[in-house]
């Protein structure tokens, strides 16, 4: 019998003053309880040590973490963007590219979606509350324990998402200030929050490529609905 589980390799977040790479609670969990093996990539920017990793694994989590450098969409670095990792700039958009390139399944999560994003040439909001000034916008850095949905998303019919949560709307958390602008060409949108921030973006004819801006690492645990994210990446792989 073969119990081999698909590897899903996992961006680190990365402490550049004690050079530390780590990963918060939930991802690994999550891919784990979903029936695959998630494993935290090393910190790497060698082009030919990352092309190994997308070629040994799986499937690809790109965890939250910090802002992505506009520079990667043709923008200078307005004084509301915040921290960048120029480390996780580097190896996410290489693994993703290539990730989408060979059909290998990828899964972002808050900066995931981001950077999925913009890896294939879209842009994002440096920040949603400087810059969107024609619609009243809800909160969507939440003042509540982390697992707690906090606001819903609207699920477009015949995507990848309502086929894993089951439903048309659903609450989600929110921990962001950025989000995509611009949709990359070969994304679609396949969900929205009430003030019609971009929620999830799928890639076209791939197996599996979602990206969604909340963090069902955080809440899966309390609500398993969430857990189906996680599986649906892991089924992808096998």
């Not at 802002?67 to 693994?95: T, W």
Request: with cysteine; aromatic share 10%.
């Amino acid at each position: 019998m073969n119990n081999k589980r698909p590897l899903i390799g996992i961006t680190p977040w990365y402490d550049y003053s004690n050079q530390q790479t780590f990963i918060k609670k939930g991802y690994c969990e999550g891919v784990n309880e979903a029936g695959g093996l998630g494993i935290l990539l090393p910190m790497c920017t060698q082009q030919e040590l990352i092309e190994n990793m997308v070629e040994h694994c799986d499937g690809f989590l790109i965890s939250g973490g910090p802002d992505v450098d506009p520079k990667y969409f043709n923008e200078i670095n307005l004084p509301f963007n915040g921290d960048i990792s120029p480390y996780r700039d580097v190896m996410e958009i290489y693994i993703i590219k290539r990730a989408i390139q060979l059909n290998k399944p990828v899964f972002g999560i808050c900066r995931g979606i981001q950077i999925m994003n913009v890896a294939m040439g879209g842009s994002l909001y440096q920040d949603i509350h400087s810059q969107i000034q024609d619609t009243s916008l809800i909160k969507h850095s939440q003042a509540a324990p982390s697992w707690y949905p906090t606001h819903n998303i609207s699920i477009k019919e015949g995507s990848i998402l309502k086929k894993l949560l089951k439903s048309d709307t659903i609450g989600v958390n929110s921990f962001h200030h950025q989000a995509v602008k611009n949709i990359a060409p070969g994304f679609e949108i396949s969900s929205v929050s009430e003030d019609g921030i971009i929620e999830s973006i799928e890639y076209k004819n791939r197996r599996f490529a979602l990206g969604v801006q909340w963090h069902p690492e955080l809440m899966w645990e309390s609500d398993k609905i969430f857990l189906s994210l996680f599986e649906g990446l892991v089924q992808s792989c096998k």
